[in-house]
């Protein structure tokens, strides 16, 4: 199945794309048939020039080797120079063995001159038959020649004229007349020897040397004789056309073919958009399921219940984004029990959590999802929000029990004001009688200073006894608390002296940091002395069993309108509680606690326009804080 909502608009460009991929192949065909022959015309390349660099080899090496053949016979052209006398003719010039060699191997002719450039000898005469000299075979003195000359010691020269064609047929290697023409050139480009008749071809490389010093004027050629195609004219481009060819016809198909496809896309997104029309009208959300579980389709509803995208959903297998972290393994016992086909035909309740956090409530009714020839797909899930129903009645459900609470806070606060008027009159009775004792011993002239200091000490706490009683009945018949000018400090003070053996007797250390100076409070001082008392309290009996107890209260300035009082312990903390939990009436720790301390802590720092809060503190346990309001004193100009 496929997800419910529409994918967003697409751009232009994109569109274009998705239209035009039927011609993809072929333009991939041509960008591959252009790197084909761009690669055969760097190799084309790179082989003429390798074929060049060849040639240019072998016209070197011939070259050389044909130098050499010219420089010996130069050699044996002054030998014979330096053994002929100072007058020679032709019958004594064909006597010499060097003059007989030369005219079989490469000489046409040897001719002596004087110093007056006059003809002393010439052998072969034009008339002298091949079989009036040892000189057999004949001499081919016909076609171009060239000549080579050195000096002679009666100041005449010595010239001796060879054909160039010989000296190719003599110095040429067969495997290079194999591979080149080879011709020699003169400075007119006109040929003075060459292997073959070829033509020069297109094709063909050719290169030339100098033959200087041997033969002035004369260049050495080579040509090439393997004539190459043109890279484009070679067999892999013809296979290149012809893949070109299928590719179009291939992009042609494939054309028709998406056309037919789009046709039949169009009429199923008329018929979803039905679908999703419908769906979408529901206030219910529907999630569909293979299965395995897998989520196969999800509609609005359900996507806007549960805070998460179509393309988040769609696809996931247990556990799912939306269960409760802290409940997977149950969530998951009832993904099991509902894929087995027993899910409750009546729907059952689950809790969620949405994208952003937030835990929601819903009904879940689970139906078979089956196909068109009848066989079971998956699941078919109705989802309903019951978050609001829940909510109403939680709410409904604590305001009755607020309503307990109050019945039971006003119950006590009548007991407690009974209470207080009862107390009132034996403490008033006992400040008396203890006064009466204390002046009937001064009158007696009782000189036991301890005893009367002792008395006047217990009068004070009754009258102190009273005074909290009053108090705290005051602010029980919501009465307001009675403020007055007044320091944190002595207050904290007082509370830890009452406090202190208490403390002792339990090995709890206690210590306090006071700033230094803090200005003055307008507070009921009996009751922040009551609330501190109360704090310090909780304080030693979380410590109870601990190894080094300890407690520190600390005072300090909070901004410009408030002082901070901090009460610290090193126990075990609070567990994570806050000071809601903590401070709800009769929300008790404590086996035989009521549960109203801190309640009524809170409610007197709230009278007096301050703040009660609970956390971590830096001992590593729990840190319960007050704030009381400081006296602002205008100065009068």
């Known amino acids: 199945m496929s997800p419910t909502f529409n994918a967003p608009p697409k751009a232009p460009h994109t569109s274009l794309l998705r239209r035009s991929v039927w011609a993809w192949p072929l333009v991939l065909a041509l960008i591959f048939v252009a790197l084909v022959g761009r690669w055969l015309q760097w190799s084309d390349e790179q082989e003429r020039e390798e074929d060049r660099r060849n040639l240019i080899a072998d016209v070197l090496t011939l070259e050389t080797r044909m130098s050499e053949w010219l420089a010996r016979e130069d050699n044996e052209i002054k030998l014979l120079a330096s053994t002929l006398p100072r007058r020679v003719d032709d019958t004594t010039l064909l006597r010499y063995r060097a003059v007989a060699q030369g005219l079989r191997r490469l000489w046409v002719s040897v001719t002596v001159i004087d110093a007056d450039n006059r003809l002393q000898a010439h052998v072969p005469t034009p008339m002298q038959h091949p079989d009036t000299h040892p000189i057999s075979g004949g001499i081919d003195d016909t076609g171009l020649s060239a000549h080579l000359s050195t000096p002679l010691r009666s100041g005449g020269r010595l010239i001796v004229r060879f054909a160039p064609s010989a000296l190719l047929r003599q110095t040429v290697p067969w495997w290079i007349s194999r591979k080149y023409d080879v011709r020699l050139m003169d400075d007119y480009g006109q040929r003075i020897a060459t292997t073959a008749d070829a033509v020069t071809l297109s094709g063909q490389q050719s290169y030339r040397v100098s033959m200087e010093p041997q033969m002035p004027e004369a260049y050495l050629e080579l040509t090439s004789r393997e004539v190459r195609r043109a890279w484009w004219r070679t067999l892999p481009m013809a296979l290149m056309g012809v893949f070109l060819v299928l590719s179009a016809a291939a992009s042609v198909m494939l054309r028709r073919q998406m056309r037919e496809v789009a046709s039949a896309e169009d009429r199923w997104r008329t018929e979803a958009a039905w679908r999703r029309a419908i769906e979408d009208s529901l206030t219910v959300g529907l999630r569909g399921r293979d299965l395995d579980g897998r989520l196969v389709h999800v509609n609005r509803a359900f996507c806007k219940l549960v805070g998460y995208a179509p393309e988040q959903l769609l696809g996931q297998l247990p556990p799912m984004p939306y269960w409760l972290p802290n409940a997977v393994e149950d969530s998951m016992q009832r993904h099991l029990r509902n894929m087995a086909g027993a899910a409750p035909t009546e729907g059952y309740e689950a809790r969620w959590q949405r994208a952003d956090g937030m835990p929601i409530d819903v009904m879940v009714f689970e139906s078979p999802l089956v196909d068109a020839r009848g066989v079971q797909m998956g699941w078919m899930g109705s989802i309903v929000d019951i978050t609001a129903r829940k909510r109403s009645e939680e709410r409904e459900r604590r305001h009755l029990e607020a309503l307990g609470n109050q019945a039971r806070l006003t119950t006590l606060g009548e007991v407690a004001s009974a209470l207080a008027h009862q107390l009132n009159q034996p403490l008033a009775a006992m400040a008396s009688y203890n006064a009466g004792v204390v002046r009937t011993l001064e009158g007696m002239q009782f000189s036991d200073t301890a005893v009367l200091n002792a008395l006047r000490r217990e009068g004070e706490q009754v009258a102190e006894a009273g005074r909290i009683v009053q108090r705290i009945r005051g602010f029980l018949t919501r009465r307001a608390p009675q403020p007055e000018h007044c320091q944190v400090g002595d207050i904290v003070r007082r509370a830890l002296d009452l406090l202190r053996r208490d403390l002792q007797r339990h090995h709890i250390h206690v210590q306090s940091h006071i700033a230094d100076p803090l200005p003055d409070v307008l507070a009921d001082p009996v009751l922040v002395e009551q609330v501190l008392i109360n704090l310090v309290r ?84 729990a840190r319960l804080s007050f704030t009381l309001p400081l006296e602002i004193v205008e100065v009068q100009p």
Not at 580 to 590: C, I, M, N, R, V
């Open 538 to 621: 909780n304080a030693a009996d979380a410590l109870g069993g601990l190894p080094h107890p300890r407690i520190e209260v600390s005072v300090s300035r909070a901004g410009n309108r408030f002082v901070r009082v901090d009460v610290d312990d090193n126990g075990e903390g609070l567990g994570g509680r806050g000071i809601d939990e903590l401070a709800a009436p009769f929300h008790s720790t404590k086996p035989e606690g009521m549960g109203m301390g801190l309640a009524i802590c809170r409610s007197v720092i709230e009278a007096h326009h301050g703040a009660l809060e609970a956390g971590s503190g830096p001992m590593g346990g």
